[in-house]
C-alpha cells in the first residue's frame, strides 16, 4: 500500500482565494472594456454600411446591392483599406493570413488606430470577414498597456489572457467559448496549480464582456431552425455524413490558402492587392447575391428562418461563393477572422443536404455542416462544437455532434492549418 501510495503523481497545489481575488476587479474592467470596444466597432460598421448600401445608393438612384454597386463599393472598400494600411503606423497591424484566433505577442499602442479603421471599413464594405481577429488583437493590446501601468505586479501575459478571454465572451455573448478556448490552450503547454484556478480571472473577464455585450446589444445565435425533437440513428449518420462533407469543404480551403496568398502578395503594395482583391469581390458578389457579403451571421439567419425557400443547387452557389469570398478577402490584406463567414458557409452547405436529401433534418444540417467547416478553418475542436451546438440547440445536438466531429477531426488534423507563416507556407 505504501509502494503504490509513493508512486502517485504529486497532487498540484490549489491557488489560496487570496491570490485569487486580487484578479477579480482588473478582469472585470477588462471585460466591461472589451465589450465596449467591440461594440463601438461594430456600431460605426453598422452605420457605414447603412450609408454606403442603402442611404448612398438611394441618393444617386442606383440599386443598393446591383452589380454595379456592389463592383463599386467593393472596390472602393478595397481602395480605403489599402491606404489604411499603407500609410496607418504599423501598416494596421500583421498579414491577417499570419494570424490564429488568439495567442499573438500584443501589438504596439500606435497600431490599434489604423487596425480598428480598417476592420471597421471591411465590416462596412462587405468582404466576407469577421471582426473576431482585430478586436482580439486590440483589447489584448490595450489590457496590456493600460492594465500593467495600472497593476504592474500582474505580467503582461496574464493581462493579454484576460483581454482574449473578454473579448471571446463579448462577441459570443457568453463566457463559455472562452473557457473552451482556454482549456485548450492550457492544454499545450504546463501550467501550475489546478486548472480552475488557471482559468479564475480570463473567466470573470469573459463573462463580464459577455454580460456587457448581451445587456447592451441583446446578441443571439440561435438560428431558429426547426427544433430536433428526438434523435433517431438516421440523424446519427446524416451528422456524420454533413460533418465530414463540410471538413473537406473546408479544407479546399485551406490547401489553396497559400497559393491565393501568393498571388496576391506578388502584387506587393497594399493599393494594388487590396482593390484588385475588392474587385474580386464584387465579382464574387454579383455571382452568388447579396447574401454572400459581409461577415455572414444576419445572412445565415436569413436562409435558416426559411431552410425549403431555395433549391440544393442555390445553397450549393452560395456555399461555395461564400468560401471563395471568405478565402480571397483572408488572402488579399483585409483586416478580419474567419470564423463567422465559416458559419454561413457550413450552415449553406447542411441546407443543401436537407434540400437533396429531405431524411436530414435542418437543425442537424446546419449544426454538422458549421461544425466540419469551423474544424478544417479553425482547429479548435471545442470552439466549433460550442458554436455548432448554440446554432441549433437541442438537448439531443451536443451528443450527436460530439461523434459526428470524430470522422470530421480525423480528415483534419496533421494537416495544413488555414494560417500561414511569414515566408507563406501553411502552418501544420
Known sequence: MAQDTARQAPVAPATPARGLLPLVLPALVVGVGASLLYLGVSGLATELQHALW??????????????????????????????????????????????????????????????????????????????????????????????????????????????????????FGTPFAAALLLSEALAGRPFRGLLWDNVFGPLVAAAAGALTTTLLARPSFDLDVPALDRPRWSDLLSAMAVASAGALLGMTAVYAFPYVHGAFRRLRHPMVALPAGGLVLGLLGALGGRLTLFKGLDEVAVLARAPDAWSAGQFATLAVVKLAALLVAASCGFRGGRIFPSVFIGAALGLCAHALFPAVHPSVGVAAGVLGLLLAVTRHGWMSLFTATVLAPSPAMPALLCIASLPAWLLVTGRPQMQLREDGTAVR
Open 54 to 171: 442603402e442611404n448612398l445608393p438611394d441618393a444617386l438612384g442606383v440599386g443598393r446591392y446591383s452589380v454595379l454597386w456592389m463592383l463599386v463599393v467593393l472596390t472602393a472598400t478595397g481602395v480605403l483599406v489599402g491606404l489604411v494600411v499603407w500609410k496607418a503606423p504599423g501598416h494596421a497591424g500583421p498579414d491577417p493570413a499570419t494570424l490564429g484566433l488568439a495567442g499573438t505577442a500584443p501589438l504596439p499602442y500606435p497600431v490599434l488606430p489604423g487596425l480598428l479603421l480598417a476592420a471597421a471599413l471591411m465590416l462596412a464594405g462587405g468582404p466576407s470577414l469577421g471582426p473576431e481577429n482585430p478586436i482580439l488583437l486590440a483589447n489584448a493590446a490595450l489590457a496590456v498597456r493600460l492594465g500593467r501601468g495600472a497593476v504592474p505586479r500582474l505580467p503582461g501575459e496574464a493581462w493579454a489572457g484576460l483581454g482574449e478571454a473578454a473579448t471571446i465572451g463579448a462577441l
